[in-house]
């Protein structure tokens, strides 16, 4: 229980004795009219029922009015798979604890507008994902006490705004680690941004991986691209065309991977015969790729369920234990990674 709802308890249990006091009856038949037991009688579960009422008594089942029922979510857009995954992980969770969640974007509306939109609907407070907080926003998120997350935010944070994702770093090197333990010496990798934090940590797990099986690391065979499959198209295309291809490639997001598929489909390149592929993120479309990605699973539904405790808690005046939360990743493997069968190395 937490340290409020303790306090809530044991406040909500003196009132109960007050009454019982003022009713004059005995504090277990007050109790058996709060759980409506039919073992009292009328007019003394009228008298009592009244008193409830009177001094604002609720139910422990019953939630508080003054309670914020609804939250808000902010996306940079809504158009991508690790999107919709993140918002369902919010929703479901919030939606077990009574509370709607509004959900919008940054394309139409700043974060600093939506600062504005949280208060004057009384909302529990923001969830911002993979979005840039502005140093003006920052400050005032800091000053006004407003209750923040940030999920997998762009650029670092102050210690004051918490935030939470995956491990980045630990989860790209596992996968090329994988790779490399196929056969595959020759690595390619479709990155993120460089001012994204997860997507820079992936890049160096990539690096790191292969660092420690005594592979230099080859630009002409990196590419940095957003999350988007398009950019990811292009590049992969770029790296394929190298004099020395790379055998596999890994790939910084689902969206970037289904680039790479498509850019293997345009070379002729059979996967996983000739390439294989690995992704990160493992949302929905990883399996229904063709052929399934093999994939670093972030744990979409237990992120939701962090953000939306950390930001009631927020909203209640506790702060975490720690400014930056990071959950545990998981390689799932698939048909599209497989051992090397030849190739240019």
Not at 186 to 191: D, F, N, T
Request: glycine share 8%.
């Amino acid at each position: 229980m937490t340290g409020r709802g303790k306090e809530r308890q044991e406040a909500q249990y003196g009132l109960l004795t007050n009454i019982a006091e003022e009713a004059g009856v005995s504090l277990s038949t007050v109790s058996k009219v709060v759980h409506r037991r039919r073992d009292v009688g009328a007019a003394t579960r009228s008298r009592v029922e009244e008193l409830l009422a009177r001094h604002g008594y609720l139910r422990p089942w019953e939630p508080s009015p003054a309670a914020p029922r609804q939250l808000i979510a902010v996306f940079r857009d809504l158009s991508g798979p690790y999107t919709l995954e993140v918002a369902r992980g919010i929703v479901d969770a919030a939606g077990e604890l009574g509370i709607d969640v509004v959900v919008g974007t940054t394309n139409r509306r700043s974060i600093s507008g939506w600062l504005e939109e949280s208060v004057a609907l009384g909302a529990a407070g923001l969830v911002i994902v993979i979005s840039m907080l502005a140093g003006d926003d920052q400050r005032r998120i800091v000053e006004q006490r407003l209750p923040v997350v940030l999920i997998d935010p762009l650029s670092a944070p102050t210690e004051d705004i918490p935030s939470i994702g995956v491990t980045n770093w630990s989860g790209a090197r596992e996968a090329v680690h994988h790779l490399l333990g196929l056969g595959h010496t020759r690595v390619g990798m479709v990155a993120g941004r460089s001012h994204s934090l997860a997507g820079a940590a992936r890049l160096h797990g990539y690096r790191a991986a292969l660092e420690e099986a005594g592979l230099g690391y080859d630009p002409a065979i990196v590419r940095s691209t957003d999350f988007d499959y398009a950019e990811s198209l292009a590049a992969s295309l770029q790296i394929l065309r190298d004099p020395a291809p790379p055998t596999a490639v890994f790939a910084a997001s689902d969206a970037q991977a289904l680039g790479v598929l498509e850019a293997a489909r345009q070379r002729e390149l059979r996967v996983p015969d000739d390439l294989a592929v690995m992704s990160f993120d493992d949302t929905l479309v990883a399996a229904m790729a063709c052929p399934p990605l093999s994939a670093v699973r972030q744990p979409f539904e237990q992120l939701g369920r962090e953000a939306t405790r950390v930001l009631l808690d927020l909203s209640e005046g506790r702060p975490p234990a720690s400014p930056r939360i990071e959950l545990a990743t998981e390689l799932v493997l698939r048909t599209s990674s497989g051992v090397r069968r030849g190739g240019n190395e």
